[in-house]
């Protein structure tokens, strides 16, 4: 789950993590008016979406007076920015952060997110932050330092002042950066994040260490434990269909290919989409429905696949345990029924109740091709969805 940068700020001085003024601003109007009550002559106006890459993509300008917030703020909301992150469609801009400035001395870059293959939170840091960041960590990855942290540990001071000079930090800034640092860590933990970024982290003239962006992802199979953060939670930056089968409990991820799936089990539903691209093909979604999906829930999935123009042909891989194949039968034909199917779909069934299940398709009055195994089926999906774009 991902959040805004303001709304990223606002936890991290929770943490004692400092951040510049800033006020979110929807409209034109409230831009001017929250540059008015901050204290300060210049301004950063930033675009807020979920994506990184919003510098270079013109979303985020400095203003030197109030007329230039108003014209930065004109020129960005309502605008399509496209990054590195969005994909060629981009983002709609729909929110603005008006932030204080700041003299800025030097830019840093520090991360923190779980290594899987040490199985330890790991800290990165570098003395090159700023916009070229993935310039920096291709073309010279000795720049980015690393420390891991003990689980048994936690964080110590030691991690904080060998980054700080691995970064070039001394005196009162290495200190503040160190406290800054453990700050983030905290937070990191206490959230159950997933990743935590600042690019950059700042020095300033007058020696303060301070946030200057912030970006910070967490565990949603753990926000029942932060009710708080899984407010901030913005449908608006979400996929229309996996909100739409979040309310059923369905496990939706919308792709770029043109295979609809629907599976029951994660992990078979992972080697779905792995067998489809094995025979030539491309899925359009991972869909999970679950040990104990309803006919009413298949039906609604069902229904999300066909809402993606660009699906040719839909895959239904059903091992029927909890979920069995009879009611998955009749869930697939109600749902075929109601949307008007217009694609090939291919069923392959197998476990409790199979027998059943196979029986309600083959007696239904749907062109529906089955499949004996899990290689005929991804074979038959490929090839029906290659006939459905010549």
């Known amino acids: 789950m991902n959040i805004h940068e303001y709304q990223a700020k606002d936890l991290m001085k929770k943490f004692g993590i ?70 060629p469609e981009g983002k709609e801009v729909k929110k603005l952060l008006i932030e204080q400035g700041c003299d800025i001395d030097h830019e840093y870059y520090v991360g923190l997110v779980l290594d899987r293959g040490t199985g330890k939170v790991v800290f990165m ?14 073309e010279t ?44 860590y905290n937070l990191y933990m206490e959230s159950d994040c997933t990743a935590a970024e600042i690019n950059p982290l700042v020095t300033t003239k007058d020696g303060e260490v301070l946030a200057l962006d912030a970006k910070l992802n967490f565990d949603a199979n ?13 449908l608006n930056e979400e996929s229309e269909k996996e909100v739409e089968a979040a309310k059923y409990g369905l496990s939706y991820i919308e792709l770029d290919g043109n295979i609809g799936c629907l599976v029951n089990g994660a992990g078979l539903a ?57 009611i998955i039968a009749e869930g697939v034909l109600a749902a075929a029924k109601s949307v008007d199917l217009k694609v090939p779909l291919v069923v392959r069934l197998e476990g409790t109740n199979v027998a059943m299940g196979r029986k309600i398709l083959e007696e239904s009055d749907l062109e529906i091709i089955t499949a004996s195994d899990f290689r005929d089926a991804a074979m038959k999906v490929c090839e029906a969805a290659k006939s459905q774009e010549a």
């Open 18 to 87: 400092k951040v510049l003024g800033g006020q979110v601003a929807h409209t034109v109007d409230e831009a001017v008016e929250a540059a008015k009550k901050l204290d300060s002559n210049v301004w950063v106006v930033k675009a807020q979406i979920h994506a990184g890459g919003r510098g270079k993509a013109g979303g985020v300008k400095v203003a030197k007076s109030l007329e230039e917030v108003k014209e930065h703020a004109t020129n960005i909301l309502g605008k399509v920015l496209v990054t590195h992150q969005t994909g």
């Open 141 to 184: 990855p000795e720049k980015i330092h690393k420390v891991f942290i003990d689980p048994a540990v936690g964080y110590t001071s030691y991690v904080g002042r060998r980054l700080g000079y691995a970064m070039g930090m001394k005196g009162d800034v290495l200190k503040k950066c160190n406290k800054f640092l453990e700050g983030l």
């Open 125 to 138: 840091a570098s003395s090159e932050g700023g916009v070229e960041i993935e310039k920096v960590a291709e």
């Open 270 to 326: 992972m080697a779905t989409m792995d067998i489809i691209k094995l025979h030539g093909g491309d899925p359009a979604n991972f869909l999970d429905v679950g040990g104990g999906a309803t006919k009413e829930t298949v039906e609604k999935g069902f229904s999300i696949i066909l809402s993606d123009p660009n699906v040719k042909a839909i895959l239904v891989n059903i091992f029927g345990g909890i979920m069995k194949c009879d």
């Open 222 to 234: 753990a926000m029942f434990r932060h009710p708080d953060i899984d407010a901030l939670k913005d």
